[in-house]
Structure formats: C-alpha cells, structure tokens
C-alpha cells in the first residue's frame, strides 16, 4: 500500500471554484488553452490547475451546456461521451511516459469536483501505479446487472467509501451499453439511493 500523489495546496488554493466564480470557463470554449482535440461540442484540454505533482492532467468537457449531466445524457450523446474518453484513456494507457492513467468523473457540491459544467477528467500518474492499491476482491459483490459486452456489481469490500457500483467493461466488448450501465447506476445514486445523495465519483 502507498499514497505518493503529492495535492500541491498552492496551485489548488488558486484554483477557481463554481461556487466563487462569476464567469463558467467552460462556457467559453473561445477563451480555453491548451485544447487537444474536439469533437462536436465535446473539448479535450490540458488542465491549467495541476493540483497532483508528477501527474500530466487532462480535462474532457463533455458538453457545451452548463447544466447538462452523464445521467441525463441522451443515449447518442452518452455513447459518444464515453467512447471519446475511452479512447483517449487508452491512448495515454498505452504511453511510456506514464505508470498508469486514471480516467473519472466527479458530479455534485460534496463530489470533491471544482466546475458544475459536465466534464471529466484523464490523468496520468509518471511515478505511481493506481493499480498497486486496488484489488480484485474490491469489484466484488452482487451482481446487479449483466449483458454481453459489460455487468455490474456491488462492492462487499468497497475501497473508500460506503457505497460502491462497478461496471466492468468485458474483453473486446462495445462500450454503448456499458456507457448506458453507467448512466441507469448514476441515477440510480442521485434518485433511488437509499440514503440521499446529490453527489457521485
Ligand atoms: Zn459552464
């Protein structure tokens, strides 16, 4: 077990907040830099806040609307979504300048995430291996959902917090219904959770 990712609190101290700022910078794509790639309306970008040391950070903003949600998405957006992502995610899987690459979201006021308008997040770590601190057992549990191409689970042995789903994409398989397993467990965490919550990761 290790935890070597450095936050740097002088650049998250500067770092803008939708809860303080006027203006939503992703509602300006005219004025982003750093922009890597786009598609449609989707914005892939180097983050300008690099809170994590040693890490190369990279944000997708995933609409141009500021109140959209993944788990509002229609299905054509949804699946284009998270197949850019994906593909971008193993793209940096597959560079040796990084140890491993994490691809998230955060979505609500106690998600951790900094800007309400829809965006995730690929990330990669230079010295770290995210996969030394997971284990297998962590993605098991009841199954609540399979199909061909992903299933489903709940964590017996969550890694953090108390509750956790798992959607796991199968080998070879299209990511379409895994991206709409996603959305149908998103929902079911902001409007079915047995406790309320307004927030996910
Ligand atoms: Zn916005």
Known sequence: MNTPITFNLAIGSRKPHSGTQKICPFCHPEKLTGIMEKKGDIIWLMNKFPVFEHTWPTVIVETSDHNGELSTYEPEKLHE???FGLSHWLQLES???FKSVLYFRNYGPVSGG???HPHS????LENYDYRDNILGENFLGSLVHEDEDCYATISDYPLSCMGELNVTLKKDASP???ADTIQTLARFVLHDFPLPCTSYN
Do not use: L, P
Request: no cysteine; hydrophobic share 30%.
């Open 81 to 83: 979504v998270i197949s």
């Open 95 to 97: 560079d040796k300048r």
């Open 114 to 116: 900094s800007q309400r």
């Open 121 to 124: 997040q690929i990330i990669g």
């Open 176 to 178: 379409d219904q895994f």
